[in-house]
């Protein structure tokens, strides 16, 4: 039961365009969101956060949305760069608590941004 | 400050064999958590250790075990490997709190054959 769902596995698009990543979860009971970035050969990264009292949250050219009702997350890029190319986890807790047991991960998106 | 370091970062092993991979966390974190990465599964918690004490264990079979040591570095085993098992396993190191945010290593690419 894959409680935090990334439905496109990739996405492709040009330097300078927006690029939005989305994650659907299904278990109310989740409260914080976080987005995680991965290049290869590197661990995860820790990119931007969100609780669930708010419905965005926004730092430099990244901002997240929250839509609670439809259980929907998404991460904007603004503008694409060619190095934001990796691969991104949605991640979900049920509290601010950040601990591994804590975590669900989504199944990753691959974000290729063009020249 | 060095980041969390994991050791080997490539393994190949065949079906039957027993593997430990180790994790050296970033100096001061003293909690230490392992996932598993396989294709189109996202990461999948295996457990975090504090303190030398399992605090947490995720929903994987008993042939999946850890520990960790006083100077916090910790080591995974898995035994009687299975091809299933191929997988990018990451440790993550974190402050003591459970809402202080995670640092990854690079992970450690097995390859079961």
Redesign the interface.
């Known amino acids: 039961d894959q409680q935090v769902k990334q439905n496109s596995p990739s996405l492709s698009v040009q330097e300078g365009r927006i690029s939005i990543l989305n994650c659907d979860y299904t278990n109310s009971m989740f409260d914080y969101f976080l987005w995680y970035k991965k290049y290869p050969a590197e661990g995860p990264t820790f990119l931007i956060s969100i609780s669930s009292i708010k419905d965005k949250n926004e730092d430099g050219r990244f901002t997240v949305f929250l839509n609670k009702s439809a259980k929907h997350l998404s991460l904007h890029i603004v503008p694409s760069q060619p190095g934001d190319s990796a691969v991104y986890f949605c991640a979900a807790s049920p509290s601010r608590e950040t601990s591994g047991s804590r975590l669900t991960f989504g199944e990753g998106t691959q974000l290729t941004v063009n020249p | 400050k060095a980041g969390?370091t994991q050791t080997p970062r490539y393994l190949i092993k065949t079906r039957g064999q027993q593997v430990t991979l180790s994790c050296s966390p970033i100096s001061g974190h003293r909690?230490v958590?392992?996932?598993q990465q396989t294709p189109?599964?996202?990461?999948?918690?295996?457990?975090?250790y504090f303190s030398e004490t399992q605090?947490?264990?995720?929903n994987f079979p008993g042939r999946f075990s850890g520990r960790q040591f006083s100077n916090s570095r910790s080591e995974m085993n898995v035994s009687t490997l299975e091809l299933g098992d191929s997988a990018l396993y990451?440790?993550?190191s974190?402050l003591p709190l459970?809402?202080?945010?995670?640092?990854?290593?690079?992970?450690t690419r097995l390859t079961v054959l």
């Not at chain 2, 459970?98 to 992970?107: L, M």
């Open positions: 969390v909690s958590s392992w996932y189109g599964q996202g990461l999948q918690f295996l457990f975090e605090r947490n264990k995720g990451l440790c993550a974190s459970s809402t202080d945010t995670q640092y990854f290593g690079p992970g």
